[in-house]
């Protein structure tokens, strides 16, 4: 069962100055989802969050939210500058409300700050140098980071990208445990094997909504071709699609025939 309507992108077109992203794409975002977009580089995922978290407005069509809903965002950590001289707990309250700016850091911020900071396994690190942490601690911070105002719905980028297993399999057991407590969840991942098969509900997008199901559903030859532009084959392993991507083997063949 679905619940109330969080986000609703009704037949959304956006562009970046006369070039089209994203063509007449119609996505919802219910409580209670949790929801992975998957596409190639290029194909609008980035974009389809930003308008979803209103900062860019669509060329055509347009995106309702649920009145005053909470949203929290975390960015792709390729984009984060963590060379830049800021503590863990100065990261977190960068997210404070309404433009608030105060000079420093106040009590009840702290006692905030520190209960969901022990949450996500991170507490005795709030002093912490950003650039100090491993790469698992520093996706938490910014997960933390979105968490402070207790979103009903978290928007990732990438979340996975540029992470090792044993990192990729911590942000996917956080996210989980998330929404177990109810948080509603959409993010973006390259990751189709490792993150997005173990999704309730994917949207496979290329400009346009390629596909809108449960893994099962969608991660088939036919629209993840439609999706990348490329010939794939999908095994079944445990009840799970496992894609695997036929280049490999033109490749292979090719060297095959050269030796």
Known sequence: MTGAVLVDCAHISCAYDSS???QDVHVT???GDFVGVVGPSGSGKTTLLKAILGSIK???GHVTKKPQLRMGYVPQVESVDWGFPVTVLEVMVMSRRQGVR???ITEQEREEAQLV???LGLAGLENRHIRELSGGQQQRVFVARALFHKPE???L????SGVDVRTRHEVLHLLADLHDEGVSIVLTTHDLNGLAAH???LVCLNKEVIADGAPLEVLTPHVLERTYGAPMEVLQHGGMPIVLDRAGEDVARRLGEMS
């Not at 980028?157 to 996975?160: G, M, N, S, V």
């Open 102 to 104: 105060l000079p420093r």
């Open 29 to 31: 975002i219910h409580q």
């Open 117 to 119: 900071l022990t949450r």
């Open 199 to 201: 999704l309730p509900r």
């Open 153 to 155: 719905l978290l928007v």
């Open 20 to 22: 089209r992203v994203l």
């Open 58 to 60: 669509p060329v055509e």
């Open 157 to 160: 980028d990438e979340p996975t």
